[in-house]
């Protein structure tokens, strides 16, 4: 894992925390926005495939 993916994969999990605070689910039905664990690994992964940006 290069320096840039692995940047990429912190700064996704950093945006999906930040969603999970910002926007979140306070009834607790959204299965991705109503868990910080969750969104923060949604976060992560998606910076993990655009930061490898077809390497993997």
């Known amino acids: 894992m290069t320096l840039s993916t ?12 930040g969603y999970y605070r910002l926007v979140g ?3 607790g ?8 664990y969750i969104s923060t690994l949604y976060g992560a992964l998606l910076g993990y495939l655009i930061g490898a940006g077809g390497r993997l």
């Not at 940047?7 to 925390?17: I, Q, T």
């Not at 039905?29 to 910080?36: D, E, R, Y």
């Open 6 to 17: 692995l940047a990429s994969v912190v700064v996704g999990g950093a945006l999906g925390f």
């Open 25 to 27: 689910c306070s009834s």
């Open 29 to 36: 039905a959204c299965p991705i926005t109503s868990n910080p």
